[in-house]
């Protein structure tokens, strides 16, 4: 029986995996489009936020709880991996 459940495990890992690259993969089309078309509506960062929110929302009407779990923002991980590069890089550019 746990076989399976860590086979669960690693299809929900592939699946946010998936959606995370999706998501990097739009802003990055969506900043093309803007640059090449010179449009003076939005920001990518806006319709990548808008975008999250609509996948969000979808996760939570559907109730599934392992995925929603997955996605789920981890503070930890933030404040020691992903906000001392932003600063560093801040100071150095001063």
């Keep these: 029986m746990p076989e399976k ?18 998501m990097l993969l739009f802003y990055m089309t969506a900043g093309t489009i803007i640059e090449r078309y010179h449009l003076k509506f ?6 990548t936020i ?17 995925l929603v779990r997955l996605l789920k923002f981890n503070d930890n991980t933030f404040f020691y991996f992903c ?3 932003i600063v560093f890089a801040s100071g150095f550019n001063m």
């Design 5 to 22: 459940e860590e086979a669960g495990g690693e299809e929900l890992i592939s699946v946010g995996a998936i959606v995370t690259f999706l």
């Design 83 to 85: 906000l001392p590069p």
């Design 42 to 47: 939005g920001h990518e960062a806006a319709y």
């Design 50 to 66: 808008l975008v999250g929110m609509a996948i969000s929302y979808g996760e939570y009407l559907s109730d599934n709880d392992k």
